[in-house]
């Protein structure tokens, strides 16, 4: 059993270091340094935390129109929500701002495929989060008359 788990973790290591050099980082073993693989975690890591923070204002999204269609549109409830998700993609496009401010930062170090994908990555956030704002920003114009009213 010890065998097995040290055989998947050798395994396991030899593809990340696999990867690393894939993505721009020196080889390992013709004893390259790891300074690479610092910037790569943290560009990673950002952007991990700017995935779920959209994930979550998909979320709160979601629970809003519920609210909106059991409740109707003129309640405390949703402006109070409209407030807390207008908050969190202000909050998410200052986070993909300072992502790209790093990528810009870093730049010479990536690969031209790498730097591409990165910010190909992060104009797809900045879209998901126009989406975002826009549905809420333009839902009143889509409210039907007796949602606007609320329940009977």
């Not at 390992?28 to 560009?43: C, P, R, S, T, V």
């Not at 998901?128 to 329940?151: C, M, V």
Request: with cysteine; net charge neutral.
């Amino acid at each position: 059993s010890s065998q097995i788990n040290k055989l998947k973790l050798d395994t396991m290591e030899k593809k990340l270091d696999c990867m690393f050099v894939r993505l721009g980082g020196e080889d390992i073993e013709a004893g390259g340094e790891l300074a690479g693989l610092k910037n790569l975690d943290e560009y990673q890591q950002q952007i991990l935390l700017a995935r779920n923070k959209i994930a979550k204002i998909r979320e709160d999204m979601d629970k809003r129109k519920e609210n909106i269609r059991i409740h109707g549109y003129q309640t405390k409830d949703r402006i109070m929500a409209d407030s807390r998700i207008r908050r969190s993609i202000d909050s998410c496009e200052e986070d993909i701002k300072t992502i790209e401010a790093m990528v810009k930062k870093k730049a010479a170090r990536y690969s031209e495929e790498d730097l591409k994908n990165r910010n190909k990555t992060l104009q797809l956030m900045k879209n998901n989060l126009t989406l975002l704002r826009n549905e809420i920003e333009h839902e009143k114009e889509n409210i039907s008359i007796d949602q606007e009213e609320g329940p009977k």
